[in-house]
């Protein structure tokens, strides 16, 4: 079984950072791809941001490239998420997710365990 956690959220600055974390507990972590995913109040939860296995491949929303890096350490079993340049619209509940293969994906329904969330929200 394979449980996720995330940390890092809060309130922020428009123009400010956050570095979500997303700690994994489970063997052969690096056989898993992780995604990072938000919702926001009365929208359907959307994709951010996805990273292979390996690390060597990462994938982005338009709505966050070259402002968001995702990045993994394999031997700690950690995933993270530097969010930069904050906006408002970046406002929402922020989930980690892991699939069972190591492929990144844009698509939610390919990651088969998620984690409880952490708030983001950024003032303007």
């Known amino acids: 079984q394979v449980q996720l956690v995330e940390s890092g959220g809060g309130l922020v600055q428009a123009g400010g950072s956050l570095r979500l974390s997303c700690a994994v507990s489970?063997?052969?972590?690096?056989?898993?791809?992780v995604g990072w995913f938000r919702q926001a109040p009365g929208k359907e939860r959307e994709f951010v941001a996805a990273?292979?296995?390996?690390?060597?491949?990462?994938l982005y929303a338009d709505s966050v490239k070259g402002r968001f890096t995702i990045s993994r350490d394999n031997a700690k079993k950690m995933v993270f998420l530097q969010m930069n340049s904050l906006k408002p619209e970046d406002t929402a509940i922020y989930y980690c997710?892991?699939?069972?293969?190591?492929?990144?994906?844009?698509?939610?329904?390919?990651?088969?365990?998620w984690g409880q969330g952490t708030q983001v929200t950024v003032s303007s």
């Open positions: 997710a892991a699939k069972s293969l190591p492929y990144e994906t844009r698509v939610l329904t390919s990651y088969d365990y």
């Open positions: 489970g063997r052969t972590f690096s056989r898993y791809a």
């Open positions: 990273i292979r296995g390996s690390g060597e491949s990462t």
